[in-house]
């Protein structure tokens, strides 16, 4: 038989005091989670800091810092310092050798994307499956001008391109024809397609490199189940391997892109950006009116324009290069 009246029934139950003090077990985990995590993100700012400073410093500062100095009309070696708003843009529009720059940087651009991927890729197909020995050899040959300085670069093609004692003169009299008689460097009208010639050189190694590295990531087992198929290495090329570094060549064609717009050294050192200006390009326009006349707030306006063509290329490689993930 039960005894139910030992225990106080309904309302009079009486509460001890642990049942009244204790915590739930899942709020108390709530709050050792939430102090875990706050912990994890304490120390991720502290681990990105130094990178963010850096990042703030050197990029976002001098940024702002070029737009709020294009609106002023100011030297670097005096006092002179005017507000003139839009004036230096202005400006911009009216100055032949700016539009000279600008359109040299979109021939460099346009031919460099054609020549340097155009031959990098086949370079690369090449050394990943159409030659059996001496791979190690032509990657080596070929990303050699890569690692050198872009002094040396220059120095090198001078001497070439020397008008007594440089090969291209040699060669072109081999074959038959006639050197240019103001020089390769001294001749406007061919003298950006000299230059064009040397960054080709020099970085046709880099983006054949890239896409290397991309093609030897692509499984083998789709060429050997294409090759069951009776496919030809043409088909395998433009059927298994071009789609498989669909991104891999995006890449390379906006690095080059970008590589492009902001040209300096090589035409620098070769020609300083003539004759007559025919070989400016907007980095050697802007060391120019930054250094040598003095008009660092128009230097500033054309490196917006600069920065402007670099935030849009950018733009266009996040676009190109995102694909939706697809869900399970």
């Not at 400006?91 to 940087?105: K, P």
């Not at 620098?268 to 250094?291: C, D, E, K």
Request: glycine share 8%; charged share 15%; proline share 4%.
């Amino acid at each position: 038989m039960r005894r139910t009246d030992a225990l106080p029934a309904g309302d009079d139950f009486p509460m001890t005091d642990s049942l009244q003090t204790h915590k739930p077990l899942a709020t108390t985990r709530r709050t050792r989670v939430s102090a875990r995590q706050k912990r994890e993100w304490l120390d991720g700012y502290v681990l990105v800091a130094p990178a963010i400073i850096l990042f703030v410093l050197l990029v976002v500062y001098p940024m702002f810092s070029t737009i709020y100095l294009s609106l002023f009309d100011y030297g670097l070696t005096d006092a002179r310092i005017r507000f003139v708003g839009l004036g230096n843009f202005v400006d911009l529009t009216q100055d032949a050798v700016f539009w000279r720059s600008l359109r040299n940087n979109l021939t460099i651009l346009v031919v460099s994307v054609i020549v340097q991927v155009g031959l990098g890729l086949i370079l690369a197909a090449l050394i990943d499956r159409g030659i059996r020995w001496g791979k190690g050899l032509a990657r080596t040959l070929n990303f050699a001008p890569v690692v050198m300085s872009a002094v040396a670069v220059g120095i090198l093609w001078q001497l070439i391109y020397d008008p007594t004692v440089g090969l291209a003169n040699h060669f072109v009299r081999a074959i038959g024809l006639t050197p240019p008689t103001q020089g390769w460097l001294g001749d406007p009208n061919i003298v950006i397609y000299s230059i064009l010639v040397v960054a080709c050189w020099q970085y046709t190694g880099y983006v054949m490199i890239i896409i290397l590295a991309g093609m030897q990531s692509v499984s083998q087992e789709l060429y050997e189940a294409a090759e069951i198929d009776g496919a030809t290495e043409l088909r395998k090329f433009f059927h298994i391997t071009l789609p498989s570094i669909r991104n891999v060549n995006i890449a390379v064609i906006l690095i080059t892109m970008i590589g492009a717009i902001k040209v300096f050294d090589l035409v620098y050192i070769l020609t300083r950006g003539g004759p007559a200006n025919a070989s400016q390009v907007m980095g050697t326009y802007i060391y120019y009116n930054a250094f040598t006349v003095n008009q660092a707030g128009y230097a500033s306006a054309i490196s917006v324009v600069l920065l402007v063509f670099a935030l849009v290329l950018g733009f266009l490689q996040l676009r190109l290069s995102y694909r939706p993930r697809e869900d399970a």
